[in-house]
């Protein structure tokens, strides 16, 4: 087998090339021909010499993913999903908007964080992705969308990792891919505008500020250890004073001056005004310490295992107006590719449940909801 260049950022990519007897400034020419020209053929990198041509070609190789297909959503987005091997898929997904161009990326072939509300969760974990399969996904993406777009320069300029999977969870391979995004031979993307989403995975939220910092988006979903420990087990390792400390933390190397915190708004469990003011109080005993955050509200995207239903706008209004009369900046996110089943949480919900976690969900979904109404949704956008 020879190595795939997508698995390497640059040093490591001059590493490789160290061992063919190269220098740097070759590995660095090698590394704009595969990630700013999308070219894989070695003998179209018409700039390096034909004896370095010739021992690329019998040591390594530039594979991407195989895609499986891809959709179209009426208003712009677009899902791709690739086939990762072993009956193991995932997902992408492009998000247009006028002054931007978002990839969401997957770092895992399902998760193994289980959260109740989320489609990739009920998946069950199947294993990590490597960094080649991470950084293929914005690799085949913006080659793939100029010339789709006709267009010269870049497509993508930011990249959020919230696919599938817990990025934290998968570290020793995120953080190269990281590497290749940043890099000005790379992919040249700010650190502002690389986002990793986490669960909530305490100590690698300390090592990504060490190693490379970038925007950090923590999915909090409830202002109470009770609750969040049914909808993100993961709490009851790092609870949420602990992961609140870890953001206050991270805040001093973070490119943006403010933690983005998600929280996916399901009806009758994590919605009602008392959980707004209980946020409230939360963040501001935090700020007191210096934690500076914002709110993005996710109205829920269902799906038939989950047993839970979005809440609907009014309530989800109601709920940013006490945030925002607290004086936190809070948004709503807009819910595009719906008709792809593109949204958050919707990522393969198709690919069926190999763990039997769906099973072990259920039963303790009564514990979860107590006397709270349950509704079953049925399809997708209800
Ligand atoms: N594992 C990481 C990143 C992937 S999930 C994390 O949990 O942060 C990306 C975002 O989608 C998270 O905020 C997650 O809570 C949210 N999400 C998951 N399922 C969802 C659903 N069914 N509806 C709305 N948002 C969902
Ligand atoms: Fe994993 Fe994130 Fe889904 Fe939770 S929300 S199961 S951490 S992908």
Redesign the pocket.
Known sequence: MTANLLDYDLDGLAAFCGQLGEKRFRATQLFRWIHQKGIADFAQMTDLAKSLRDKLAGSAHVAGLKVLSRHDSTDGTIKWLFDVGAGDVIETVFIPETDRGTLCIS?QAG?A?G?R?????HQGFSRNLTTGEIISQLWFAEHFLRQHLGRDERVISNVV???????LQNYSQLLPALRVMLDDHGYGLSRRRVTV???GVVPMIDRLAADCPVAL???L?APEDGLRDNL?PLNKKYPIAELLEACTRYQSSAPRDFITF?Y?MLDGVNDQPGHARQLVALVQGHAAHGLSCKFNL??????PA?GLKRSDMPQVAAFAKILMDAGIVTTVRKTRGDDIDA????LAGDVQDRTGVDQRMAAQRQGMLGGIKVVVAKGMGT
């Open positions: 770092s998760c964080v959260c509300f989320c489609s990739t969760g990792m919230m696919g599938m999977g817990e990025p989403s986490t669960s988006a923590v999915s979903h993100v998600e996916c996710i109205p829920f995207n269902p799906f989950s949204a958050c949480g919707q």
